[in-house]
């Protein structure tokens, strides 16, 4: 029988896939973590008919089975959704482990229980057979429990050893694929997650929602002069001063380049023109410096574009609304904050 057709307890798909994964000499990376986590669950039959194909010709998946696998029917939509549900699995598994843990303490406890009630028997007028008998039994006992023991705290040790390694990949994933390694705000695609999220939340609760669009003034005049290395100094400058300067529910990314985007969830335009002249403000009091001779270079400025969320519009034209917002804004001038209606 294939074994996609059992129904596991939460924490134990964590487990199977742990197993299968050492069984067919696969790293618990997470593309492969996810291909056989899909198969335990059954909610991708493709998948599951695949594999079950692959395991009653070959046995086990190998690492180009597992490659074509996540490409043909998990892709890039469902690494997000994957990776969000396995933590919360291996969340629960650690517990689970834990409560072994204490399991095991208490039947040792209730070994010692059994211990005192043999002394209790060897008391009195034990014959030396009796006694002998009893010894040897609690001796037995004791080996047999000891040796559980042991094999428990191994099988604990190497489970625990499995999930850190799997949850220090997922985690080392999540964040490359969401994070930009140079500002260290979100990337492009952590910024379409967000909008795609943000908006409907917005459509839910009938909250307004402004994006700011946001983009270095004058960059490649500042790259052309001092160099790359001071321009990237600039981007980390920038991204400092939008986190610093805002709230821990909004949204930020860089979109590519110089440009930043910034989603404040209820917020309307006109507060959110606000917030965008604060951060215009706060990055007027910031000098770039030389690292080594700590000489000013004097201060950066951004425009910016901002617009309202339409709750019936594309999300393409939500966005195109606040780059014709910037463009409005550097035609003015630069340095300055255009609210497209
Ligand atoms: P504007 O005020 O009209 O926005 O002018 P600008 O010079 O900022 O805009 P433009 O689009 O002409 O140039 C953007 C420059 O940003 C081009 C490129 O040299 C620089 N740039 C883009 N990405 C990076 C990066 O990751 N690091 C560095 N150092 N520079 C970058
Ligand atoms: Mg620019
Ligand atoms: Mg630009």
Redesign the pocket.
């Given at each position: 029988m294939a074994e996609g057709t059992v129904q596991y307890q939460p924490y134990q798909y964590a487990q199977k896939v742990l197993e299968r994964l050492v069984h067919d000499g696969l790293t618990p990376s997470p593309n492969n973590y996810a291909v056989y986590y899909y198969y335990f669950t059954g909610t991708n039959p493709n998948l599951k008919m695949a594999i079950d194909t692959l395991i009653e010709n070959q046995k086990k998946l190998t690492q180009e089975n597992c490659n074509e696998l996540y490409q043909a029917h998990l892709g890039l939509e469902a690494e997000h959704k994957v990776m969000e549900e396995t933590s919360s699995v291996i969340e629960g598994e650690i517990k689970r482990v834990l409560e072994e843990i204490d399991k095991a303490a208490t039947d040792t406890k209730q070994y010692g229980k059994t211990l005192d009630t043999f002394s209790g028997q060897l008391t009195g007028s034990a014959s030396l057979e009796q006694i002998r008998g009893a010894v040897t039994k609690v001796m037995t006992e004791t080996r047999t429990i000891s040796k559980q023991n042991e094999r428990l705290a191994g099988q604990l040790a190497q489970t625990t050893q499995q999930l850190s390694e799997v949850r220090y990949n997922f985690e080392q994933a999540h964040k490359e694929l969401q994070i930009d390694p140079?500002t260290e705000v979100g990337n492009r695609k952590y910024f379409d997650t967000q909008l795609s999220k943000t908006t409907a939340e917005a459509r839910e609760s009938a909250a307004p929602l402004t994006l700011l669009m946001v983009?270095?003034?004058?960059?490649?005049?500042f790259?052309d002069a001092y160099g790359?290395q001071i321009?990237?100094q600039v981007?980390r400058l920038v991204a400092r001063t939008l986190v610093e300067n805002l709230k821990g529910r909004d949204v930020i990314a860089r979109y590519g380049?110089?440009e930043f985007v910034i989603l404040l969830p209820q917020t309307r335009a006109t507060d959110a023109e606000k917030v965008a002249n604060q951060l215009r403000a706060s990055l007027a009091t910031k000098h770039i410096r030389k690292r080594n001779t700590n000489e000013t270079l004097g201060v950066v400025t951004i425009s910016i574009g901002a617009t309202e969320y339409r709750t019936d519009e594309e999300l393409d034209s939500f966005v195109a609304r606040a780059d014709a917002g910037l463009y409005k804004a550097?035609n003015a001038g630069?340095n300055q904050v255009v609210i497209e209606v």
């Open positions: 140079l983009d270095i003034d004058h960059f490649k005049k790259n790359h321009g990237d981007l380049g110089e550097k630069r």
